[in-house]
Each structure stands twice: as structure tokens, then as C-alpha cells.
């Protein structure tokens, strides 16, 4: 088998993977479960950064991911809307 065959090979068999693994997940069910997260996110963030030396970090990186999680799921539901 040449280099050609089996590289087409190997493509091949990772499209099948692909296929096999479905769709992508929907952004109503994520926004569901990150509304039913943020409370506790919110009330756990100011004991994440009392953690010595990376708490302050840590907590700037989780409440950076959580603004643009707001952001998004308000934008879904704008677009659900409409």
C-alpha cells in the first residue's frame, strides 16, 4: 500500500468516526444547564479566590468564561425569538 493509499485510508476511517458521532449539541440545552450552574458558581467564586497564589487567577479566568456564557445564552435566546 503507498503512502497516498494509506493516508486516504486513514481519512476514511476518521470521516466514519465523525459521522458516527453526531450533531453538535444545542446551545438551548447548554444555556439550560449553565443557568442551573451559575448560582452556585457565583456563590463559590469568593472562596475559589481565597485559594493562595492562583485563587485570584483562577477566579478571573472562571469569571471571564462565565461573562461570555451570559453573553452567548442571551444572545440564544434573542435568536430563539426572533
Same mark, same amino acid.
Given at each position: *500500500? @503507498?503512502?497516498?493509499?494509506?493516508?486516504?485510508?486513514?481519512?476514511? @476511517?476518521?470521516?466514519? /468516526?465523525?459521522? @458516527?458521532?453526531?450533531?453538535?449539541?444545542?446551545?438551548?440545552?447548554?444555556?439550560? %444547564?449553565?443557568?442551573?450552574? &451559575?448560582?452556585? *458558581?457565583?456563590?463559590?467564586?469568593?472562596?475559589? %479566590?481565597?485559594?493562595?497564589?492562583?485563587? /485570584?487567577?483562577?477566579?478571573?479566568?472562571? &469569571?471571564?468564561? *462565565?461573562? *461570555?456564557?451570559?453573553?452567548?445564552?442571551?444572545? @440564544?435566546?434573542?435568536?430563539?425569538?426572533?
Amino acid at each position: *500500500m @503507498s503512502t497516498e493509499e494509506k493516508q486516504f485510508a486513514t481519512l476514511t @476511517s476518521l470521516a466514519k /468516526k465523525a459521522a @458516527s458521532v453526531g450533531t453538535a449539541p444545542d446551545p438551548q440545552k447548554i444555556c439550560a %444547564e449553565y443557568k442551573k450552574l &451559575r448560582p452556585f *458558581m457565583v456563590a463559590v467564586l469568593p472562596f475559589i %479566590e481565597k485559594i493562595p497564589l492562583y485563587g /485570584k487567577k483562577i477566579g478571573a479566568v472562571v &469569571r471571564y468564561l *462565565m461573562s *461570555m456564557a451570559d453573553h452567548c445564552c442571551q444572545a @440564544s435566546i434573542k435568536a430563539k425569538s426572533k
